[in-house]
């Protein structure tokens, strides 16, 4: 069964760093690219980027490069999202998802509040 | 960069059929695309129903089918439950990246 794991809630203050997982099982982890979706307090979903975690050869949306840094090990089939330096406007759901067939983590929600 | 549009909001009554599309700015949606649609309850995460335009998961009630119509990736609703209350978004492949609609909130009443 493929399944997409994340950690869990973070709440974080402006400024501070983060990296949320994202680990993969029940299939070749290197073989299909992982996609991160964003979705905002009631809004819709936004693709941040995609990376092949089996070169971690990355692809970023013009939204969010130079925002984010995605990252994966594969030697522990887990994809990484992380930020240098939170903003308010960060808070929202993070969601992982495998590219090929649409298979998603349960989301990760990063709460960003002084 | 392409916009991908789907209707903001459709209600269908129980037991009625309804169908969502999802189109594209730069035209015609094809097969290429690979066309998903995903449906999304309040507090949840996405659940994939399609991919590639019609291919369905061993979660995907029977009661949902994908298809292309009139330039269009379609997401078709026959015989509509309560359950099937919840906002659906589609989504385009554009050379390795998803581009998401924004959303139809669909009203099973």
């Known amino acids: 069964e493929v399944q997409l794991v994340q950690s869990g809630a973070e709440v974080k203050k402006p400024g501070e760093s983060l990296k949320i997982s994202c680990k993969g099982s029940?299939?070749?982890?290197?073989?299909?690219?992982i996609a991160w979706v964003r979705q905002m307090p009631g809004k819709g979903l936004e693709w941040m980027g995609i990376i092949d975690p089996g070169d971690s050869n990355t692809r970023y949306s013009p939204s969010f490069q130079g925002q984010v840094t995605m990252s994966a090990d594969k030697s522990i089939n887990t994809a990484y999202l992380q930020w240098s330096s939170l903003k308010a406007s960060d808070t929202a759901m993070y969601y992982c998802?495998?590219?090929?067939?649409?298979?998603w983590g349960q989301g990760t929600l990063v709460t960003v509040s002084s | 960069q392409a916009v991908v549009t789907q209707e903001p909001s459709l209600t269908v009554s129980p037991g009625g059929t309804v169908t969502l599309t999802c189109g594209s700015t730069?035209?015609?949606?094809?097969?290429?695309?690979?066309p998903y649609w995903f449906q999304q309850k309040p507090g949840q995460a996405p659940r994939t129903l399609i991919y590639d335009t019609s291919n369905k998961h061993s979660w995907t009630p029977a009661r949902f089918s994908g298809s292309l119509l009139g330039g269009k990736a379609a997401l078709t609703l026959s015989g509509a439950q309560p359950e099937d209350e919840a906002e659906y978004y589609c989504?385009?492949?554009?050379?390795?990246?998803?581009?998401f609609g924004g959303g139809t909130k669909l009203t099973v009443l």
């Open positions: 029940g299939y070749s982890f290197t073989t299909y690219w």
């Open positions: 730069t035209g015609a949606v094809i097969s290429g695309l690979y």
């Open positions: 989504a385009l492949y554009y050379s390795s990246a998803w581009v």
């Open positions: 998802a495998r590219s090929y067939g649409g298979f």
